[in-house]
Each structure stands twice: as structure tokens, then as C-alpha cells.
């Protein structure tokens, strides 16, 4: 059985600082792991996907995430929150053949001006 | 290029009903996954579909139950509408033919049940 826990329902930054949504993930397997972000009214996007390569995957608009085995986390950062980032971020832990996703409870990332 | 479509936005049923939701997937992609998200938690597996058949399930009760076509679109059945099946249904589709592909999620339908 695999599952993730996000740490945080909900995080609020400040523009232009730091952000760090934090996943933690169980797994049998060696997994895949995925962030998506959904913004109100649209669909899931993927930011980043680790697929047992580099262990620190870089995404789309500046996001990155550290694969880290011996501390079963994923966490996802990005040096500079701009106020187009706040959504609903997703931690993803999937099988080989990505048929069985199984998704975090979703982190709510506010940013303030 | 359309990306995943999702038919209709907004459905309103009451119990007991039954409700069909649809999907095509982006160009080019093979199989369709189905995902229940209900309000304030993260979307869950119901099922993927590959060659027309569920090729996974996760753990739905057969109420749930779907259908992919030839041109790779496909349905998503609920019968006898549940108040606890109020959600917004995801339908995601991938290429089975390399691993860890990328899903990509239509914008979803917003099921309410009364």
C-alpha cells in the first residue's frame, strides 16, 4: 500500500519570501512522486515528477522538490512566492505504471502582498 | 490542441438517481482515469481505462461503474445517487506505452446530489 501525508492544510507566505509545502510519503515500492497544483476553477497541473532519477527535481515556475528515502519526504520549495502561486497543492505518490495514484489531502498556499 | 474535456460543468441530482459524466482525453493519449474530489480533500482513484477495459480500480463500490469508446473517450456511471457523492469528478488521461507518463486533468464536474 502506498499513501502521502502533506504535513500543513494550509500555508501562508508573503510575497517575495520563501516557500515550503511539506509531504511525507509511505510506499512497498520504489514510487513516483508527483506535486500538481490546482488554481479555483481549473484543472490539476503538474508542477514536478520524480521518477528515480535526480534527486532534486526541478518544475515549472521556479518550483523544485528533494527526494529524501531515508526521510520518506518529498517537499516542495520555491526561493520567492509571487501571488499567482496561491492554490491548492497536491503530493502524489504513484506505482510504476501510474494506475494507482494516490494523492495528499492538499496543502492551501495563501500569499500576502 | 484541447487538452482533457469534461461534459457537463455542473450537474444537480437527487438520491436514487443515476448520472452519466464524460471525457476525452487529450490528442493522442490512450487511457482515462476517473478521480472523485470531494470539497476540502484530495481527488480519489475510482478507475483507469486502457483498450476499453478497466484496467485498475480503486476502492468504489460497483455503483461506479465505466465505459471507454473506441476514439478512446469515455463515461463515468453512478447509480443510485448517494448525498455523500456530491464532489467534483476528475477525469485524467495519459500514454500507457512508457511509464511514469504524466496524467492530465480535465477541469472537472461538479456533481451535486440532493
Known amino acids: 500500500a502506498q499513501s502521502v501525508t502533506q504535513l500543513d492544510s494550509h500555508v501562508s507566505v508573503s510575497e517575495g519570501t520563501p516557500v515550503l509545502l511539506r509531504c511525507n510519503y509511505s510506499?512497498?515500492?520504489?514510487?513516483?512522486l508527483f506535486w500538481y497544483v490546482q488554481h479555483p476553477n481549473k484543472g490539476l497541473q503538474l508542477l514536478l515528477k520524480?521518477?528515480?532519477?535526480?534527486?532534486l527535481v526541478k518544475g515549472i515556475n521556479g518550483f523544485e522538490a528533494e527526494f529524501k528515502k531515508s526521510e520518506t519526504s518529498f517537499h516542495l520549495t520555491k526561493p520567492s512566492a509571487h501571488m499567482s502561486d496561491a492554490a491548492e497543492y497536491f503530493c502524489?505518490?504513484?506505482?510504476?505504471?501510474?494506475?494507482?495514484?494516490?494523492f495528499g489531502a492538499g496543502t492551501r498556499l495563501t500569499v500576502k502582498p | 490542441d484541447a487538452g482533457v474535456t469534461q461534459s457537463p460543468t455542473h450537474l444537480i441530482k437527487t438520491r436514487g438517481q443515476q448520472v452519466t459524466l464524460r471525457c476525452s482525453p487529450k490528442?493522442?493519449?490512450?487511457?482515462v482515469s476517473w478521480y472523485q474530489q470531494a470539497l476540502g480533500q484530495g481527488p480519489q482513484f475510482i478507475f483507469q481505462?486502457?483498450?476499453?477495459?478497466?484496467?485498475q480500480r480503486g476502492n468504489f463500490p460497483d455503483r461506479f461503474s465505466g465505459h471507454q469508446f473506441p476514439n478512446y473517450s469515455s463515461e463515468l456511471n453512478v447509480n443510485a445517487l448517494l448525498l455523500g457523492d456530491s464532489a467534483l469528478y476528475l477525469c485524467?488521461?495519459?500514454?500507457?506505452?512508457?511509464?511514469?507518463?504524466?496524467?492530465?486533468f480535465g477541469p472537472g464536474t461538479r456533481l451535486t446530489v440532493l
Open positions: 485524467a488521461s495519459s500514454l500507457v506505452i512508457s511509464s511514469y507518463n504524466e496524467q492530465f
Open positions: 510506499s512497498s515500492y520504489s514510487p513516483s
Open positions: 520524480y521518477t528515480s532519477a535526480a534527486t
Open positions: 502524489v505518490v504513484s506505482n510504476y505504471n501510474n494506475n494507482d495514484m494516490r
Open positions: 490528442s493522442g493519449h490512450d487511457t
Open positions: 481505462y486502457y483498450e476499453e477495459e478497466e484496467r
